[in-house]
């Protein structure tokens, strides 16, 4: 059954308002739209006059990210002939060499829209992103670290900053970005759960096992969060035990309170704490798949956990 | 002080029955036009001020920088408990080693001048200019018109209110008209001039919308603060595109040095254990708290 306009319109209206990319859907609604010139339509009438090019637009982008360039092309001539000199419809054109491939096209397109306004920041991440998908990794950090000057509060630049400088095994600027991330919003955890790993990696095993433990306050039974506890003190209590047997008493203290300022005692239950989590949230039946899903980060919510799984986890759990 | 005989009987508010008829012609050559020739006055003066509208000029990068680092320090202020000590005081000493530099200033080299003088940017007399030509846009038709009105129709009663009006409104719906004992629901024409201007607000925003430029409200205003160069809008414009941003930076930088850092993380072993009700109390003592810097 086709699905009638008003249906098609609200539906793509959902997709732009959630923020979702949802190409593949966005063409597949949009394109009949487009096709049979029912959008043409639509601009005429005073509802939707307004919200045609805004379709038009949102369309364009779903098309080019699903490499459909005849729909692409079909929208951009449309906003081109209504809007010649919008900077908005020309960085549009800007995306489709950069979905073609012919970055430099698209860079010179860019370049020619910042003569106008050398601070568009819309147009200037653009650039960056074509930069990215382009040069070499050092030039790309550069020249997002000079983006990120401007725009400090920028938190997609600071993520791909982040990213960049992880893939060059920088930890330590990793880490700077993502305390960054953290001022500009301090309740969202993915980014705790991030600085944790990155602290981890770094070898400070206890501010890591802080910032684990502020994602499973945040997010309630986190599993990535307590598997990161889990790996925390573990790690802690094994250092903590070598220290104890092989060093003398004054030098028992001074490396102990080096490796971590919290007590076996604290350690311990955070640990017991950890492992009750992580096997309750394998054992609850109900809802578990939902569970995963909104809680850890990477978890496909379509694979029921087998019991193959449970079993390797508990195993781990058991070490 | 009535000379009219029938005075002693009149309810207080009325004046005295006064028989008069105005020709329908005034109706239809003097009402109607007058009201009509503001409607469509008003509506051209908002097409055109459309066309007067100045394209914002585009934002230096500089400017976005000046601004950003401040917006940066002020989030660092409201949440450096979630960082790390070390990475906090970190910050600190870098910002303010650049805030005292004025490093992040649009204009470094002249960041020990003070507040600029507003004359000497040419982005605000830009924004003065704009200010004082809308203005004119605004002050030239009412101006206009109401020499039309004086000229061709002053002494003119236009309309009756349907409704009875105390003696105070006389001077605002007789302006123009000197006989002391007319009812005071005799509208002149002149007054009829006012009643529109500020009434009818309401029929330009059903054409043009609510934010319509057509009213000639604002122009008032505009017209008594000729001499105060431009009106209260403007002179915010003015104030704050002509920010110190120097001294900004130097408080920013103040209310850094004066943040009292508690690191939020400090108890949350305590917290997270009471959270999914493990009891803590094995544990309470021990925990001694001090995060490694």
């Known amino acids: ?319 | 002080m009535n000379s009219l005989t029938n005075v002693g009987f009149n309810f207080p508010f009325y004046s005295v029955d006064q028989n008069m008829f105005l020709d329908p012609e005034i109706r239809n050559w003097v009402l109607f036009p007058i009201m009509l020739v503001m409607i469509l006055v008003g509506i051209v003066r908002h097409q055109i001020s459309q066309l007067f509208v100045a394209t914002p000029k585009p934002i230096t990068l500089k400017a976005h920088r000046q601004q950003n680092m401040l917006t940066r320090a002020g989030l660092l202020i409201q949440n450096s408990k979630y960082i790390p000590k070390s990475s906090f005081e970190g910050r600190l000493i870098d910002y303010t080693k650049a805030f005292e530099s004025g490093d992040y200033l649009e204009f470094p080299e002249n960041k020990d001048a003070g507040a600029p003088n507003p004359m000497s940017d040419p982005k605000v007399l830009d924004s003065m200019m704009d200010g004082l030509k809308t203005q004119m846009l605004g002050i030239i038709p009412q101006t206009l018109i109401m020499g039309w009105i004086q000229f061709f129709f002053s002494g003119f009663i236009l309309t009756k209110l349907p409704f009875p009006i105390g003696n105070r409104f006389k001077s605002m719906l007789q302006d123009g008209i000197k006989t002391p004992n007319m009812d005071v629901r005799w509208v002149s024409s002149i007054s009829f001039y006012f009643l529109n201007l500020f009434g009818l607000n309401g029929v330009f925003s059903l054409f043009l919308g609510g934010n319509n430029s057509a009213s000639g409200v604002d122009d008032l205003q505009a017209m008594s603060n000729m001499g105060a160069f431009g009106n209260q809008n403007q002179n915010n414009a003015a104030a704050a595109a002509i920010q110190d941003y120097q001294k900004l930076f130097l408080e920013a930088k103040e209310n850094l040095e004066l943040v009292h850092y508690r690191f939020d993380l400090d108890q949350i072993d305590q917290t997270v254990l009471k959270m999914y009700n493990k009891n803590p109390s094995s544990s309470s003592s021990a925990i001694k708290n001090k995060n490694k810097a």
């Open chain 1, 1 to 319: 059954m086709k699905p009638s306009f008003a249906n098609s319109i609200k539906l793509l209206d959902s997709y732009r308002k959630s923020g979702e990319a949802k190409a593949v859907e966005t063409v597949q609604t949009g394109k009949p739209l487009v096709e049979s010139g029912k959008i043409k339509e639509a601009k005429d009438d005073g509802n939707l006059m307004h919200i045609a090019w805004t379709l038009y637009e949102q369309i364009t982008i779903a098309a080019l990210i699903t490499c459909d360039f005849e729909l692409a092309t079909t929208c951009i001539n449309a906003l081109t002939i209504k809007f010649p000199k919008s900077t908005r419809v020309k960085k549009l054109v800007g995306m489709e060499f950069e979905a073609k491939g012919q970055h430099n096209q698209a860079l010179e397109k860019y370049n020619e829209l910042l003569e106008i306004d050398p601070s568009n920041s819309v147009i200037l991440k653009r650039k960056l992103a074509t930069l990215l998908s382009v040069g070499e990794a050092l030039e790309a950090i550069k020249s997002l670290v000079k983006y990120i000057d401007i725009f400090p509060n920028d938190s997609d630049a600071w993520i791909k900053l982040c990213e960049l400088y992880l893939n060059e095994h920088m930890y330590a600027q990793a880490a700077f970005c993502v305390e960054e991330l953290i001022i500009l919003a301090p309740s969202n955890n993915y980014y705790y759960l991030k600085y944790a790993e990155i602290q981890y990696t770094l070898g400070n095993v206890d501010t890591a096992l802080s910032y684990y433990l502020k994602v499973t306050q945040l997010s309630r039974d986190n599993l990535h969060g307590f598997y990161g506890v889990k790996l925390c003190t573990g790690r802690l209590l094994k250092e903590l035990d070598r220290i104890a047997s092989s060093e003398t008493k004054k030098k028992v203290a001074t490396l102990s309170s080096n490796l971590t300022s919290r007590s076996v005692e604290t350690l311990n239950s955070l640990d017991e704490l950890a492992t009750e989590r992580i096997l309750h949230c394998y054992s609850s039946n109900h809802g578990v798949v939902e569970k995963l899903a909104s809680m850890s980060i990477g978890t496909d919510p379509h694979t029921p956990i087998s019991p193959a799984s449970k079993k390797v986890v508990e195993e781990w759990l058991k070490l």
